[in-house]
């Protein structure tokens, strides 16, 4: 089992930066890929970024490659994302998830935090 708790949303400016945190429990958090996913107002959620466990592999939507950036802590049991140059479409609830692989989709996900909002005003 693993337990996901996302932090770090907010309110921001168009161009702005936000850093988004998701705090994982459980001892095998370094065992499984995670990703960020993101639902617009009136949206499906959708693949924003995901990075393997190790780290080593990471895999970028086109609409936030250059401007978002993925890591992970596996000594603190969180992964990040950083988000640069945010803009008023990026506006979404985000959400971590993790499982054994690094994939795209919603469904392949067994694990997801409760989401944080994040909105950017033009």
């Known amino acids: 089992q693993v337990q996901l708790v996302e932090s770090g949303g907010g309110l921001v400016q168009a161009g702005g930066s936000l850093r988004l945190s998701c705090a994982a429990s459980?001892?095998?958090?370094?065992?499984?890929?995670m990703a960020w996913f993101r639902q617009p107002p009136g949206k499906e959620r959708e693949f924003v970024v995901g990075i393997s466990w190790t780290g080593a592999r990471t895999y970028y939507a086109d609409s936030v490659k250059g401007r978002f950036t993925i890591s992970r802590d596996n000594a603190k049991n969180t992964v990040y994302l950083q988000m640069n140059s945010l803009k008023p479409e990026d506006t979404a609830v985000y959400y971590c998830?993790?499982?054994?692989?690094?994939?795209?989709?919603?469904?392949?996900?067994?694990?997801w935090g409760q989401g944080t909002q994040v909105t950017v005003s033009s």
């Open positions: 998830a993790a499982d054994n692989l690094l994939r795209l989709g919603v469904g392949d996900y067994e694990y």
């Open positions: 459980g001892r095998t958090f370094s065992s499984y890929a």
